[in-house]
């Protein structure tokens, strides 16, 4: 059985750095066959980990609608296994995990068509591994487009701002009306001090998400990120893996 994990929350929380932590402690542990997947149209996750991207899934998905619009489809090969061959060559192998890059899709005219074969594909891929975590897009959008749709357990982030706590709230509150089954939620407090966890545990109860832990503002992120350092290389030692380390035992991820 597969497990899926996304982190999701307000813009700028730190979602992509936490995507990574917990993939490094994940990978650390070294039991699974995990795929992270960069659900951000932005395409961050790869920077903080220093893996160079050559295509997309978006991008494969692009060239497919352009085949068929143009009517350059060979006969004799389907769609669905071609898109299928394509995706499969955008996967990233790395020490210990995949990454898998969705990117963009352009927008203009019905695709129905290719996203659904690709929501097919997608699935079957997915069900190849472990666990599987992703990175989500800033905000709410993902709950209408239903990227979460596979989600087990989500992890919002959120810093130490009212509208952080607002919108955690919100994304819960639609993910229900929505639809999307989430078995748990829990709430993670990124760039807290560390003396702020039981005020953080409060907050967190107060608007119906159980508290997973605090993460403290770490200068060893800043200087990682500014000198183009993948996370997977940060010290034992560094405050913000510690704490990462924390909550993903203390909420049994691993
Ligand atoms: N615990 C931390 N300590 C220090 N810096 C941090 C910490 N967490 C995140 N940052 C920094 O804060 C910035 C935003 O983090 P990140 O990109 O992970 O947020 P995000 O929620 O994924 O953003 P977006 O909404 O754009 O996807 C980055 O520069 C990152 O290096
Ligand atoms: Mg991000």
Not at 89 to 104: A, C, K, N, P, W
Not at 194 to 208: P, Q, T, V, Y
């Amino acid at each position: 059985m597969t497990r899926v994990i996304s982190v999701s929350g307000k813009g700028g929380t730190g979602k992509t750095t936490i995507a990574a932590l917990i993939l490094k402690v994940m990978v650390d542990v070294g039991k699974y066959n995990i795929l992270a997947v960069d659900a951000d149209p932005d395409t961050n996750l790869p920077d903080v980990l220093n893996i160079e991207v050559h295509k997309t899934v978006g991008e494969a998905a692009n060239e497919l609608k352009k085949k068929i619009e143009q009517g350059s489809l060979s006969y004799g090969i389907s769609k669905r296994d071609l898109l299928e061959g394509w995706v499969y060559s955008t996967l990233i192998e790395e020490e210990g995990f995949d990454l898998l890059v969705m990117g963009r899709t352009e927008g203009e005219g019905c695709y129905c068509y290719v996203n659904s074969i690709l929501t097919r594909i997608l699935d079957t891929i997915i069900s190849n591994y472990d666990i599987v975590l992703m990175d989500m897009e800033a905000g709410l959008e993902h709950l209408s487009r239903r990227t979460d749709k596979n989600v087990d357990t989500m992890l919002i982030v959120t810093d130490p701002s009212k509208m952080g706590f607002k919108t955690a709230k919100r994304i819960k509150e639609l993910a229900k009306e929505v639809h999307i089954e989430i078995k748990d939620f829990y709430l993670i407090g990124n760039k807290f001090p560390l003396n702020f966890e039981e005020k953080f545990a409060e907050i967190a109860r107060s608007i119906g998400i159980k508290p997973a832990g605090i993460v403290p503002e770490d200068p060893y992120i800043y200087e990682y990120n500014l000198n183009g350092k993948s996370l997977f290389n940060l010290p034992s030692e560094a405050p913000a893996l510690q704490a990462v380390k924390k909550i993903v035992n203390k909420i049994g991820l691993v």
